[in-house]
């Protein structure tokens, strides 16, 4: 058999990582400033994350949701805490898309609506759920996607009104920073318009959190930066450091009732273990703040060049826009310089660094794409 041929891949195989590096099949070491699509959050192979997996294997991996299993209560509790959303409630599944399929789905519950609100060149998923709330040319997107979206421009409260008025709308539904759609900020003025419009016309604002979250940008939540509050906020990717794992934070005038959402790996033990770990460690060795301080330290550092058009987003969340196509630089950095980094369109190198990328690795980045850009 052989593998449905859908992602384009680099001739790269890697075999070992540690923290911020990855080693290829041949011994070549790499810097990883993509962390698999910003999932790697405490860095590759932690040994307090491999210890608390391992353990918790040699117990038990797997049974299903319908009996107690207490890692979830315990990973509750601590990311209620951590994050300082004590007062929601969690639900666990396995990934983004499907995070965001549940807080669609349990909005309309809520609201006995089925019209959605999101945003130009938003990602939500793939599934066909998901990609119904997604506005990307790059994403191919079925015919028969079962969500009824209308799309508005990002920071333009006045047409999200305009759609809110007509009084069908069950959410809205926003990333904490757009990622695959080019690192752009929705403003904090316009979260808190959002805020409030949801409010007064009975909707509910869905944090897409899945990217920008999980201590990214230099707080826990992106959208922390404008103190708002939303109905439903959806995680992933970073979560568990790359075992499987999503969920949504859901407010408190939210009523649960059984069978209204269901999965059969969400909350797993082994997932929860992961979960766990990822936690401690951001707290242990303060990476939150860290994301903060070093993507500032990139950002001060890239080289200004004719080439550069923009430098934006949050912490280790970071779009460097070019006035021309960037892949060749990309390749020039993975070959030539053995650094992996991401992209958003064609024009935009996209970095999604492990949080605990050092001041020393920023600098070899710094250096070694002011040397692309002269050269290439
Ligand atoms: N939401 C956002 C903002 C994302 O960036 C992604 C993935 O890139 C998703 C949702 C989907 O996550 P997953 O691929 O885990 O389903």
Not at 42 to 61: F, N, R
Not at 94 to 108: C, I, T
Request: net charge negative; aromatic share 8%; proline share 3%.
């Amino acid at each position: 058999m052989n593998l449905f041929d859908v992602y384009s891949l680099f001739d790269v195989t890697p075999v070992e990582a540690k923290g911020c590096r990855v080693w290829d099949d041949k011994g070549q070491e790499y810097l990883d400033l993509y962390g698999g699509h910003a999932v790697i959050s405490i860095g590759h192979s932690h040994p307090d994350y491999i210890k608390a997996i391992t353990s918790q294997l040699s117990k038990i991996g797997f049974y299903s949701n319908s009996v107690i299993n207490p890692l979830q209560e315990q990973l509750a509790v601590k990311l209620g805490k951590t994050c300082g959303y004590e007062d929601y409630s969690l639900f666990l599944d396995n990934s983004g898309a499907e995070s965001n399929e549940n807080a669609v789905k349990l909005a309309s519950f809520h609201t006995c609506r089925d019209r959605v609100i999101a945003f130009r060149k938003s990602f939500h998923g793939r599934t066909s759920g998901a990609v119904s709330l997604t506005d990307n040319p790059g994403i191919v997107s079925p015919f028969n996607s079962h969500h009824k979206v209308s799309f508005c421009e990002l920071n333009n409260a006045g047409q999200v009104e305009y759609e809110l008025k007509k009084g069908d709308v069950a959410a809205v539904i926003i990333e904490g920073i757009q990622g695959c759609g080019g690192i752009n900020l929705p403003s904090d003025v316009f979260l808190k318009e959002l805020e409030s419009l949801c409010h007064l016309y009975g909707a509910v604002l869905i944090l897409d959190e899945v990217q920008s979250g999980y201590g990214r940008t230099g707080k826990f939540f992106a959208h922390q930066w404008a103190g708002i509050r939303p109905g439903i906020i959806t995680l992933g990717k970073g979560i568990a450091n790359g075992f499987p794992c999503g969920g949504i934070l859901i407010a408190p005038e939210f009523k649960a009732s059984k069978g209204m959402l269901g999965t059969t790996f969400g909350g797993n033990y082994l997932a929860m273990a992961a979960a766990l770990s990822v936690l401690e460690v951001m707290e242990k060795e303060n990476l939150v703040e860290n994301a903060g301080e070093i993507g500032e330290y990139i950002k001060a550092g890239i080289p200004s060049s004719p080439r550069i058009k923009d430098v934006r987003g949050k912490g280790l969340m970071l779009g460097i826009e070019f006035n021309e196509e960037v892949a060749p630089l990309r390749k020039a950095l993975l070959f030539d310089k053995h650094i992996f980094t991401g992209v958003a369109g064609k024009n935009m190198i996209r970095l999604l660094a492990p949080l605990c990328l050092s001041k020393a690795e920023a600098d070899e980045f710094i250096k070694a794409l002011t040397e692309v850009i002269q050269d290439k």
